[in-house]
């Protein structure tokens, strides 16, 4: 089992960063999805065992929080978002550093630094100073230092975080190949297209409260087709039209996603904007995207009364 | 850049539960040691005790000529491990605000303490290592040279009926340069655990040195040279635990207790790693 949570609290003073998180997960890679503040930094350091809990309980790979917290650690591989390095490190020092703080022998660590370092690309600059390196290095060398002492589970926070189109793609590529091989992985991300890419299943937070847990396909296959519309200069009109007939629709720039129930039909919506006069400037089945299956899940999470 | 030089193999060798401090201590001592500013200042503060040396050997040479080696009355040196001990503080002063002022700002500032703590250590490990990088700075500094003028000076002494009193003598002025590298050591993290910005850290360094030594000159003139002003400083205060270890209080003046010079080290140390403990107990979050 990779996380089995019950009711697990945290709070900082009467603030409720996470408020009674339960869910039972065993998956591959799971995506940890959320807006700004939703709660997904504070779970995933308290499932680190950073943080001690408010309430509930945790385990991690079968580990118990926070009895277990060093074992959790020694068995999960951490890639911090931001920046974390003595700039005046050599990158062979620091991951070989890094693998010695979790209970390497330090000539085993040496050894396997050189390996990771070879492993994400880094090989032949394992001895210049991390201070010297570019964006795309420096993720890399956080990574390298993750893996370095073999962990059983992957903890990747915001991995493609300011890198250009080439390197993220690099980067995920590396982390396609990290999957393979018997390694889970949890990343946290804004960047929907890569959970899309590398994970199996999706842990959605808002607001410290858990929105939706469960593989990514079922959130994309959904019963309802989805319909994107483009009206000329009447987008919000049409709106509220479409809410008042009980559909679900988000406004996504300048066009709107109207998710159609098994029970109601195109036609629905033609004879609709028909009746309230709307123009009909674009109308086009689209494929379910995490995104969209995200927005629609937070807007149901802002807003109880926004019906399915 | 390739994406992939080599493939993934899965580490399964040995992993330690234990010495974590140790690693962390080793590791930031090379670090330094990596620096070409902490072999310059090292090489620096390694030029009075060769100084001292000189005089060692001059002292044999001249007490050889008049025949008088092992034949006086007292244990001869106190004055000269005093005078070294206080030489040494400012050598210590010089290689910590070169080297050893950013132990914990660097960390802050660079935010690595997130990354340790996501490893499986505790405070007290992290606490322990950094305070371990600076003692052993400060044992290459000052402890190893006064344990080779210790040896050098006893070794002439040798064949004297005074060498055992020597020998133990030169120990107390060690077990002296030990407290006094510790005491300093807790100071220097202390002051640095209280920002993120290591060019502060260097100018508290620099102020928690000098104006004692102010107030020490300050209350000696005050006091139309009561002893007791010198514990303001910590050459004064070094110079009255001197007398009191090493010259087994003979020395010391009738109003300075023999344990006050102690205290103002236990003071520092205690403030300076109760400065540690502040800030690793601060870190909720991180850690």
């Known amino acids: 089992m990779l996380f089995r949570l019950t009711n697990l609290q945290k709070n900082y003073g009467h603030f409720e960063a996470l408020k009674g998180i339960t869910l039972e997960m065993d998956t591959h890679a799971v995506g940890l999805l959320g807006p700004n503040g939703a709660g997904k930094s504070t779970l995933l350091k308290a499932l680190l065992g950073l943080l001690p809990i408010s309430g509930g309980s945790g385990e991690v790979l079968g580990m118990r929080l926070p009895e277990d917290a060093q074992a959790i650690r020694r068995a999960i591989g951490y890639m911090p978002e931001n920046d974390c390095y003595l700039p005046y490190m050599t990158a062979v020092d620091y991951v070989s550093f890094n693998g010695q703080l979790c209970g390497m022998p330090r000539k085993d660590a040496f050894r396997r630094a050189h390996e990771v370092l070879f492993y994400v690309g880094l090989g032949e600059a394992r001895y210049r100073k991390l201070g010297s390196f570019s964006t795309g290095m420096k993720q890399r060398a956080k990574l390298a230092q993750a893996l370095v002492h073999g962990p059983r589970l992957l903890f990747l926070d915001e991995p493609t975080n300011g890198l250009d189109p080439k390197g993220r793609d690099e980067m995920l590529t590396l982390i396609e190949d990290v999957r393979t091989r018997d390694i889970r992985i949890v990343l946290s991300t804004h960047l929907l297209p890569d959970v899309e890419r590398i994970c199996d299943s999706v842990i959605m937070l808002n607001e410290g409260q858990l929105v939706h847990q469960g593989p990514i396909d079922a959130l994309q296959t959904g019963e309802e087709e989805l319909i994107e519309v483009q009206t000329h200069l009447q987008d919000d009109e049409f709106k509220r039209h479409l809410e008042a007939a009980d559909f679900d629709v988000i406004a996504d720039h300048d066009r709107l996603k109207i998710r159609v129930p098994k029970d109601r039909c195109l036609d629905d919506i033609l004879s609709l904007a028909v009746e309230s006069d709307i123009q009909i400037r674009h109308f086009m089945p689209e494929r379910l995207t995490l995104e969209t299956a995200f927005l629609r899940l937070l807007n149901e999470a802002d807003d109880p009364s926004v019906s399915r | ?287």
Not at chain 2, 88 to 115: E, K, M, P, W
Not at chain 2, 132 to 153: E, K, S, W, Y
């Open chain 2, 1 to 287: 850049m390739a994406i992939r030089d080599q493939v993934y193999t899965r580490y399964d060798g040995t992993i330690r539960e234990q010495y974590a401090w140790a690693v962390i201590g080793w590791t930031g001592f090379r670090t330094y040691w990596a620096f070409w500013r902490t072999k310059l200042t090292l090489l620096a503060v390694w030029l009075p005790p060769l100084f001292f040396a000189l005089l060692v050997v001059a002292e044999y040479a001249l007490q050889s000529q008049m025949g008088q080696l092992g034949d006086g009355e007292a244990t001869p040196g106190v004055g000269m491990i005093t005078l070294f001990l206080q030489v040494q503080i400012f050598s210590l002063a010089l290689v910590y605000a070169a080297n050893g002022c950013g132990i914990i700002s660097d960390d802050l500032r660079h935010r690595t303490i997130q990354l340790y703590f996501s490893k499986p250590i505790t405070r007290l490990d992290y606490g322990a290592g950094k305070y371990l990088t600076l003692l052993l700075l400060g044992t290459v500094a000052v402890i190893i040279p006064a344990g080779l003028l210790a040896m050098l000076r006893s070794a002439f002494y040798a064949q004297s009926g005074m060498l055992s009193d020597i020998v133990f003598m030169h120990i107390k002025g060690l077990l002296l340069a030990v407290l006094l590298v510790a005491v300093m050591s807790a100071m220097v993290i202390g002051l640095s655990s209280l920002t993120r910005r290591t060019g502060y850290a260097v100018l508290a360094w620099i102020g928690v040195l000098l104006v004692p030594l102010i107030l020490h000159a300050i209350f000696g003139v005050a006091s139309e040279g009561s002893p007791l002003a010198a514990l303001w400083s910590l050459p004064g205060t070094t110079g009255l635990a001197s007398q009191a270890l090493v010259g087994g209080g003979e020395n010391l003046p009738e109003s300075v207790p023999i344990w006050s010079p102690f205290a103002v080290y236990a003071a520092l140390l205690g403030a300076g790693l109760g400065s540690l403990y502040w800030r690793i107990s601060r870190l909720e979050g991180i850690a």
